[in-house]
Nanobody, 114 residues
Framework: QEHFVESGGALVHAGQSLRLSCVHS????????QAWYRQAPGKQRELIAAVISNTATDYDASVKGRFTIIRDDGHNTLYLLMNDLKPEDTGVYYC????????WGQGTQVTVSS
């Protein structure tokens, strides 16, 4: 079954940056809008960034202006560039299509200390 493998999470200090990567295993990646999701401790998973094309993106208000979502269809890869990280960005980050059509991966842990 097609799925994603996320990587790049780490423990960082507030104000620092990270780049998350997400590689898709199948052949349908380029056909669909893709997205990054975040699950903060004790909370439900939420949509934080979506990309139709690299010129058509959308962001949750909590990350707008700090995060950038990029898709590389040639490598079936989705990126999330995260700048000026805040403690409230702490959580497990996942990728999936915007319609959540794929199985969820393991996610990658991001922890931001104050």
């Amino acid at each position: 079954q097609e799925h994603f493998v996320e990587s790049g999470g780490a423990l960082v200090h507030a104000g620092q940056s990270l780049r998350l990567s997400c590689v898709h295993s199948g052949s349908t990646f380029s056909r669909y809008s893709q997205a990054w999701y975040r699950q903060a401790p004790g909370k439900q998973r939420e949509l934080i960034a979506a990309v139709i094309s690299n010129t058509a993106t959308d962001y949750d208000a909590s990350v707008k202006g700090r995060f950038t979502i990029i898709r590389d269809d040639g490598h079936n890869t989705l990126y999330l560039l995260m700048n000026d990280l805040k403690p409230e960005d702490t959580g497990v980050y996942y990728c999936n299509s915007l319609s959540q059509m794929y199985n969820w991966g393991q996610g990658t842990q991001v922890t931001v200390s104050s």
